[in-house]
Nanobody, 114 residues
Framework: QVQLVESGGGLVQPGGSLRLSCAAS????????MGWYRQVPGKERELVAV???????NYADSVKGRFTISREDAKNTVHLQMNSLKPEDTAIYYC????????WGRGTQVSVSS
């Protein structure tokens, strides 16, 4: 059984920063895909930033240069540092882990508003 727990969401003004964290517990394989997606009501869930199985990173074009994904393998944790936040970044952010099966966290709300 794999569980993902996200933390770090909140309300921030435009131009501000937030750092999200996702801690995975259970049977975690060494090579997996782990990262962040986001969703707003009425729209499909979209990729934000992920680590691939090879350790490389993929970012959505809309966040390149502003968001940075990092990981602490010893803690099975990934982080998402979000800088220069914009109102359009407002969404529920979900952590996803794929290692054969797919696992999702419950999500954390990020709101960017003045």
């Amino acid at each position: 059984q794999v569980q993902l727990v996200e933390s770090g969401g909140g309300l921030v003004q435009p131009g501000g920063s937030l750092r999200l964290s996702c801690a995975a517990s259970g049977s975690i394989f060494r090579f997996n895909t782990m990262g962040w997606y986001r969703q707003v009501p009425g729209k499909e869930r979209e990729l934000v930033a992920v680590f691939t199985r090879t350790g490389s990173t993929n970012y959505a074009d809309s966040v390149k240069g502003r968001f940075t994904i990092s990981r602490e393998d010893a803690k099975n944790t990934v982080h998402l540092q979000m800088n220069s936040l914009k109102p359009e970044d407002t969404a529920i952010y979900y952590c996803r882990l794929a290692q054969g099966a797919e696992y999702w966290g419950r999500g954390t709300q990020v709101s960017v508003s003045s």
